[in-house]
């Protein structure tokens, strides 16, 4: 008899166990599914716009319904000289002001609650996973992309703005323009390209996130 009673209290402390890691993995895996039932969550395809924190964003990557997270790229361009950033040329952008603010100010401002950490980043630039979006032909020459084929979410008419994507060759100052050691994706009304020249010092940019779809709004 003590033995059925040993062996029901283990398979209840065993049935505690299970549901208390159950708990446990779902927060650190930042979604709210179960070990034992798999969740779906919303479809979202990459140029879809969708709304967080009361501002546009468009999607960047196709999100499944098996995903609990969608990478977003914002809709405009910030320029960040009223936080105190507004130099262009960092060498190195895990290093630079602008990823300290990246992933400190501005993620605290968006609620890092609502991000997924994915590759080492709640919050980025665009990078070279993204470049993947595009198809774009590379000019040794000039250390620089043309781009031939843009989705007009990512190639706004004519802007720039940078991203984290290293130059293959570093430069330092001319006399004419400054060269960046990382590119910028610039835009005309007729031209698309990667490179890493800018008139000055001026620096635009538009967020990458990863958010958590239950984060977003309704």
Request: with cysteine.
């Amino acid at each position: 008899m003590k033995r059925y009673i040993v062996l029901v209290i283990l398979i209840i402390m065993l049935v505690i166990g299970l549901i208390t890691f159950a708990k446990v993995f779902s927060k650190k895996d930042g979604s709210s599914k179960s070990l034992f039932k798999q969740q779906k969550y919303n479809e979202y395809k990459s140029g879809d716009i969708v709304s967080f924190k009361k501002e546009d964003w468009y999607v960047l990557h196709d999100s499944s319904s098996k995903d609990n997270y969608v990478t977003l790229i914002y809709k405009g361009i910030l320029y960040l000289e009223e936080n105190g950033i507004s130099e262009s040329n960092y060498d190195v952008f895990e290093s630079s002001d602008l990823s300290n603010y990246l992933k400190k100010d501005y993620t605290d401002f968006i609620g890092s609650e609502n991000l997924r950490e994915v590759n080492g980043y709640k919050v980025r630039l665009f990078n070279e996973d993204d470049l993947k979006l595009l198809n774009v032909s590379y000019d040794e020459k000039s250390d620089s992309y043309d781009i031939i084929d843009c989705p007009d979410f990512i190639c706004l008419t004519n802007v720039y703005f940078a991203t984290m994507i290293p130059t293959k060759d570093k430069y330092e100052k001319t006399l004419d323009y400054e060269h960046l050691n990382y590119y910028n994706l610039s835009t005309t009304y007729d031209t698309y390209k990667l490179e890493s020249l800018v008139e000055d010092d001026t620096l635009f940019v538009r967020p990458v996130i990863n958010v958590f779809k239950e984060s977003l709004d309704e």
